[in-house]
């Protein structure tokens, strides 16, 4: 965790029931190959309590969206478990 706020360099693309101490491992191997790192994951930027900024009528004004429109994203970062349950939801 840092100090300062920063923008994302990555959005988490993630299946909700990994183990979350697997997500943590899996964002450390990937800041470890990548360097510096600043991840935006839906589950902890997101308020799960209150989504209503999700419901905007320009799909361009969405949090998902200005992350990924952000000059500083590099992309999405896709977390796979040992079955790949990221890829089998439909």
């Known amino acids: 965790l840092g100090t300062r706020s920063r923008c994302p360099t990555w959005m988490i693309s993630h299946w909700w029931g990994c183990p979350f101490a697997e997500t943590v491992s899996m964002l ?18 997101n308020n799960q ?5 999700l419901q905007e009528d320009c799909l361009l004004r969405t949090p998902f969206a ?24 439909s």
Do not use: K
Not at 28 to 45: I, K, N, P, S
Not at 49 to 53: A, I, K, R, S, T
């Open 49 to 53: 309590w209150n989504l209503d900024e």
């Open 28 to 45: 450390q191997r990937h800041e470890a190959c990548r360097g510096d790192c600043v991840y935006w994951m839906c589950t902890l930027a």
């Open 66 to 89: 200005r992350v990924l429109t952000s000059e500083a994203c590099i992309g999405t970062l896709l977390l796979c478990d040992s079955r790949v349950m990221p890829m089998l939801r």
